[in-house]
Structure formats: structure tokens, C-alpha cells
């Protein structure tokens, strides 16, 4: 499994796991808390500005506004703008794309649902999915029809879906009545979804529709066609030329026997219907639990849509930020000496690796940019070091004093 640089615990709980290295001293304790505060302060006005570009741009493309208000708004939005500014986030929340590749395996297998999705991915000007935090977990599934097996599913933490939708044109030119979408045309749907399983990757998105799979189509058609052949053959069919070469040649008729070898006939047929609905009724039954699984998706593992999917995000970017910088200041401001990036790199993973048994690829650089950026971190030569935390609070109260400059003289 690739190493991340998400960080998978709480800003709260990394807050007290450094102040315990400092528990030794009262004072510096205390200056700590005060410097986290007023960090979380500043990257929250930070954040703020983000989502106040975010909402100003995405009003033209916002499905949940009407078609109106969007049209009021199309003069002011910059789709580029809301793009860049949109993937800036998803970075420093520590999301990653996935590949093609990735979405093409999830297509061709499953896990949980056991069946194959259809999607038209030609109604989508252009799609994209994001996520976060990976986990493996044991799940009981269906085997061969009789029986369940254990088998481990591999679990993303966190997906964000982009959907940016075609305009009317193409519905028009697919004779689709637009009056009938469930989505208006231009509009681009953002969706955050919790734990969700990575081969049922593609449920995430709102048109996939099951299909019968080649095991299902095998196991629907091939006794179908053979039972048809083989009861029509030997018995139906030669019951049939019996009594039409009885008839033609003046024969008695032995009704008995050849009304005895059509029921016959028609029993085993009746079996093999019984046997093709039950067939059919299987495929059913998946199409209900997918049906389930998309309920449960939309209604407990939904955890944001829209402008609320980026509030979602921008509370995630705000919190990995946050819990990067102040790891980073952490251990530089309790080593005797000054370190690199690559040494400043290592000494956290193993912290997380033997304190809190989690191997995880720390975000070094962008920690050490945001402390050179406020003023608490500088690079001598290759190596890093930050100022004292009574100058830091004093430096970063002066920032965050700069943030409103409305009183100049």
C-alpha cells in the first residue's frame, strides 16, 4: 500500500502528544498551547479566503442555485480560477487523483456488490476523482451462490468526486429531453463520500447502472438454450414425429404414451423456467443491494455536496496544514542542533512509526515553507532551524496583527 502524507489523527490529539514532550516545563507548556491557537487563527484566515474564491467562482457551475442566479453570475466566475484554486485545496488536504487505471479495475472487479456497472462517461465535459487515507479491513461476501467467504477490502477513507457535465448541445444532439435530467447541463456536482470500498470505486457516481456480468449471462443462457435443445430433441420433437407418422400411415395412435412423454416435456420445461427465473432473480437481488449500497452511500456515507463539499474540503486543508507546521516547529524547536529536511523528514515518520505505530510519508517541505512564510522557520546552508517560542508568539501575534490593516495613517 503507498504511503501518504495524510496525517490520520486529530490536531487536538497532536497537540497533546507534543506538549507531553514539554511536560517538564510549565512555561513552555503554556507558550506552546498559545503559539497552536494562534497558528489555527491564522491558517483559518486563511482558509476563509480560499472558500470566499471558491463559492465566488463556482456560482456559475453550482447545481444547487437556479438556472437563473446562474446566469446572473456566469459574467463573474472564472472557471479557471475555480479549478486551480480548487485542486490548491485538495493538496493541502492531502488528496491524490486517481488514475484511470485505478477507476478501469474498479469497473472490471468488485467486492462487495458483485456486479458489473455500465457508465456513460460521454455526458461529462470532464471527471475526476480524489482521495484520501487508505485502510484494509475483513468482510464476509457471497461464494459460488452458496456459501460466504472472508476475503480483506481494501477501504479509501475519503473520495471526492468532480463532475463537470456537457452542455445542452450534446443532450440535444442525443435527442435527450432536458426536461427529464436529473442534473441541468454545465453544472459541476462536487460529492465527498467516506469509506468507500476501492474495486466498488465506480458506485460513487450518480448514472452507473448494473449490468449482467459474463458469470450471470453464462449461467442465465447456456442451461437455458441447452435444456430447450435437449428436452425439444428427446422428447417433445420425437413425441411430435411419432404421432404425425402414426397419423399419415393409418396407424393407431398410442395417445397414452405420447400425451404421458409431452407432459414429461412439459414438466422438465417448467423445471427449467423455474430454474432461469430463479437465475434472473439472483441478478435482481444484486440490483437491489447495489440499490441498498447507493442508499447507504447517499445517506451515511455522504459527507458533503456542492458548496458543502467544499466546505468539507477546505476544513481538511485548513486541519492538515495546521497539524504539518506545527509537528515541523516541534521537533525543530526541541533539537539541540539544526536539521535538514531530509533528517527533519525522517525523525517525525519515526516518531509516528514508533509512538503511534503509523507509517506514513510526512509533507516536510510544505511544513518548512509555511514556517519560512510566517516567520518562524529559517535555512542556513541547508539546514533548518526555527526561533524561540516566546519570539514566535511575538512574530506571529505581529502577523496576525498585519492581517487587517485598516488604520493607516
Known amino acids: 500500500m503507498k ?28 507558550d506552546f498551547k498559545k ?44 472557471f479557471t480560477n475555480f479549478k486551480e484554486t480548487l485542486l490548491t485545496v485538495l493538496e493541502r488536504s ?14 472490471k472487479d468488485s467486492d ?23 485502510h484494509t479491513t475483513k468482510e464476509k461476501v457471497r461464494h459460488y451462490y452458496f456459501w460466504k467467504k472472508e ?15 456537457n452542455e445542452d448541445e450534446y443532450f440535444e444532439d442525443k435527442k435527450i429531453n432536458l426536461k427529464k435530467l436529473l442534473i441541468e447541463p454545465g453544472c459541476i ?27 450471470d449471462k453464462l449461467l442465465f443462457w447456456v442451461p437455458g438454450v441447452a435444456g430447450v435443445i435437449s428436452l425439444l430433441s428427446t422428447t417433445v420433437i420425437p413425441a411430435l414425429i411419432t404421432m404425425d407418422a402414426a397419423y399419415k400411415s393409418g396407424e393407431h395412435i398410442d395417445l397414452l404414451n405420447s400425451k404421458t412423454s409431452l407432459n414429461q416435456g412439459l414438466i422438465a420445461l417448467g423445471i427449467l423456467g423455474a430454474y432461469l427465473f430463479r437465475q434472473y432473480n439472483n441478478f435482481v437481488n444484486k440490483k437491489i443491494r447495489y440499490s441498498k449500497m447507493l442508499s447507504d452511500s447517499l445517506y451515511f456515507k455522504n ?50 512509526q514508533t509512538t503511534l505505530n503509523t507509517d506514513l510519508d510526512f509533507d516536510v517541505h510544505d511544513a518548512l515553507i509555511q514556517l519560512k512564510n510566517m516567520g518562524l522557520g529559517s535555512e542556513i546552508n541547508g539546514k533548518w532551524t526555527v526561533i524561540p517560542l516566546e519570539e514566535a508568539l511575538i512574530k506571529i ?11 493607516q495613517k
Not at 468507500?196 to 448514472?207: G, H, Q, R, S, W
Request: glycine share 2%; proline share 3%; aromatic share 14%.
Open 112 to 134: 462487495l456488490i458483485g456486479l458489473d456497472l455500465a457508465i456513460d462517461f460521454t455526458v461529462y465535459k470532464e471527471y475526476e476523482l480524489y482521495v484520501r487515507g487508505q
Open 303 to 352: 459527507l458533503g455536496n456542492n458548496s458543502g463539499a467544499l466546505y468539507s474540503l477546505l476544513n481538511a486543508s485548513e486541519e492538515e496544514v495546521l497539524k504539518e507546521t506545527l509537528l515541523a516547529y516541534s521537533f525543530l524547536n526541541r533539537s539541540e542542533i539544526p536539521l535538514t529536511a531530509e533528517a527533519l523528514d525522517n525523525q517525525i515518520e519515526s516518531w509516528f
Open 94 to 107: 492531502n488528496y491524490s487523483r486517481v488514475n484511470q487505471e485505478t477507476l478501469d479495475k474498479a469497473l
Open 189 to 215: 456536482v462536487l460529492k465527498v463520500f467516506k469509506r468507500v470500498p476501492k474495486n466498488d470505486l465506480e458506485t460513487v457516481f450518480p448514472n452507473a447502472i448494473p449490468k449482467m456480468s459474463t458469470t
Open 35 to 78: 503559539l497552536f491557537d494562534i497558528v489555527e487563527h491564522y491558517f483559518h484566515y486563511e482558509a476563509f479566503n480560499l472558500i470566499r474564491t471558491l463559492k465566488h467562482n463556482y456560482a456559475s457551475f453550482n447545481p444547487d442555485v437556479s438556472s437563473e442566479e446562474r446566469v446572473l453570475n456566469s459574467h463573474k466566475t472564472d
Open 3 to 30: 504511503r501518504e502524507h495524510y496525517i490520520p489523527f486529530d490536531k487536538e490529539f497532536l497537540l497533546e502528544q507534543q506538549l507531553a514532550a514539554y511536560d517538564k516545563n510549565p512555561k513552555t507548556v503554556e
Open 397 to 407: 501575534d505581529e502577523l496576525w496583527d498585519g492581517v487587517f490593516d485598516y488604520n
Open 151 to 165: 476475503i480483506e477490502i481494501e477501504y479509501y477513507d475519503r473520495v471526492m468526486v468532480y463532475l463537470h457535465y
